[in-house]
């Protein structure tokens, strides 16, 4: 890809050509011009020669694909920076495995006051087990050591770690030998987070910042609040996002709503919301999802966190106060109590504001025809992570494990949310599942469950322009005259449409229909590759030696 070497400036006019441009407005577009962070102008070819001659910088695609930038609904921008910079055990392949990386990440960080880790999955292990405390205390030398599962609803601590955390071993959730989870975990979290120095944190930031940049995301929903993080944590990230080019940062902030002094306390931390991981529930690996049954592999039903009650007062007063609510439900009983909460505070707020209000659902793993209907009738968003199923989905995987094969197969419902009217938004919750937005289309396209598939299209469109709309804005996510310049330039194979009935992919790529290609993301097919990510006009990554 080739370019002019016009200098860097806020208002320069730019033309790409020679590629392809995914964009509505012209479903076989191969130039597009930019001006003023907006996009100006998309069309063909030949009418780019009448732009040539008057934009400060011409780009030559050279047959590359232009998209807008994906937006991910749902990261944890610190712990996803930490996860790359530190103790990554996502790729642990035996619990002995674990603990030797455990034991050399000791060895070389010996200034670490604590010793932070992620992604380990005893449920892909041959032990199925995770590391004892005195296994955990033996690798870590004696020092503090804190291990959150995957799913970052339980960890592994060392002794050393508990010994900073007075009381804890009185908390709920906790286990003198197993993973903590609910308060202890809480607890446990906010010491090993403490130690992290405002340093290590800024520069994790713009590491998870960086890595997003150059997979083409041009936005983030930032999922914080107290029991995630804490309140510098999050204004933090919001300073650093807004003085450096990369990815846009939109917060959210996870704390109940009692009335409008609450609310303008959400407002003043520069959150865009109170929702996000306002947790109704845990996770299905952990075992603290709430569901209507029993786990299969555990003599109980999860946790619950809030009930009806105080979600309807949160929707409530969240509605008045003209600010968007959300929450975090996974199991059934959960998206239950969510949905009874939601209609309670419609009754009383009145159900035109509630849909206008858009608020959001983060995960909404374990939904019935019920609670789809629900979702639809009420205007809820559905801010899901497709990776999961990816990860966990089929009849061998942890779901199957944790619920049994016929409640693992309801979950995820891609197709039947789409069908019912349910606007979508595709995140990762990074770092439980990597940063990874064609991974992440690839994964709904191609779910484990057959019928919860849905198209290329319809994927791709959940995870740039559905973002959006699950901010408010519909202005935005799309590459049409007028909307903000937030797009990025692939490298990438021959363009397909690729759909689950076969009927309508020979529909959709007939040239009649006007439906523009997309990478063919088959299983096994090699990824785009991003060479360019652009945020309202500025670039704010390009791939190196290109």
Known sequence: ??????????????????????????????????????????????????????????????????????????????????????????????????????????????????????????????????????????????????????????????????????????????????????????????????????????????????????????????????????????????KVAAEQPGPRVFGYWAQEVADEKDARRIRELGAVGAAGDLFVDGSLGSHTACLHEPYADAPHTGTAHLDAARIAAHVAACTEAGLQAGFHAIGDAALSSVVQGVRAAAEKVGPARVRAARHRVEHAEMLTPETVAAFAELGLTASVQPAFDAAWGGEEGMYAQRLGVGRAATLNPYAALLRAGVPLAFGSDSPVTPLDPWGTVRAAAFHRTLEHR???????????????????????????????????????????????????????????????????????????????????GQTVYVRPNE
């Open 1 to 238: 890809m080739t370019e002019s070497t016009a200098p860097q400036s806020e208002h320069r006019t730019v033309l790409l050509r020679g590629g392809d441009v995914h964009s509505p407005a012209d479903p076989f577009a191969t130039a597009m011009v930019v001006e003023r962070g907006h996009v100006a102008w998309v069309g063909s070819e030949g009418a780019a020669d009448a732009f040539a001659s008057g934009v400060d910088e011409v780009i030559d695609l050279e047959g590359a694909l232009v998209t807008p930038a994906f937006t991910d609904a749902h990261v944890h921008t610190t712990s996803t920076g930490l996860a790359l910079t530190g103790l990554d055990l996502s790729g642990a392949r035996t619990l002995g495995d674990a603990l030797a990386r455990v034991r050399a990440h000791v060895t070389a960080h010996p200034a670490d006051r604590v010793v932070l880790g992620h992604g380990w999955d005893a449920t892909r292990w041959p032990e199925r087990r995770p590391p004892s405390r005195a296994e955990l205390d033996e690798a870590a030398a004696g020092r503090p050591v804190y291990l959150p599962r995957v799913d970052v609803h339980s960890a592994v601590v060392s002794t050393a770690l508990l010994d900073l955390v007075p009381g804890v071993t009185t908390m709920p959730g906790y286990d003198p030998e197993g993973p903590l989870t609910a308060a202890a975990h809480h607890a446990v979290r906010a010491a090993a987070h403490d130690a992290v120095t405002p340093a290590q944190r800024a520069e994790a930031q713009r590491a998870a910042l960086r890595h997003a940049a150059s997979l083409g995301i041009g936005s983030l929903h930032e999922c914080g609040g107290p029991d995630i993080s804490d309140e510098d944590d999050f204004t933090g990230l919001l």
């Open 454 to 536: 849905v198209s290329v299209r319809a994927a791709f469109t959940a995870h740039t322009r559905g973002g959006w709309r699950a901010l408010g804005r519909d202005d935005a996510g799309t590459l049409v005259p007028g909307a903000p310049a937030d797009y990025a330039v692939w490298r990438t194979d021959q363009l397909v449409v690729q759909a689950p009935d076969d009927r309508v992919a020979r529909w959709s790529t007939d040239p009649r229909s006007g439906t523009p290609g997309l990478p063919d993301l088959s299983p096994g097919a090699d990824l785009p590759v991003c060479l360019r990510t652009v945020v309202l």
